[in-house]
């Protein structure tokens, strides 16, 4: 049995821990790759407000032609 322990032992996590986008704080498995899920509803809030936005590039053809229709 001493060697079932120790082969247990030696299991590695599934993911490493990163340091969380708000905090800086080691991730926490439970709310990954966050640290709490305090910092979690935070980037949710920003998501939700607006505060983080993709850029969007305007398609070129139509910009620089605006009578023609494609």
Request: glycine residues 2%.
């Amino acid at each position: 049995m001493p060697e079932d322990r120790k082969a247990a032992a030696k299991v590695e996590p599934l993911r490493k821990t990163r340091p969380c986008p708000e905090c800086g704080k080691p991730s926490n498995r439970e709310h990954y790759p966050f640290c709490s899920n305090r910092c979690r509803e935070v980037d949710l809030s920003r998501w939700l407000t607006g505060s983080y936005a993709i850029p969007v590039a305007e398609d070129e053809t139509k910009a620089d032609y605006p009578d023609e229709e494609n």
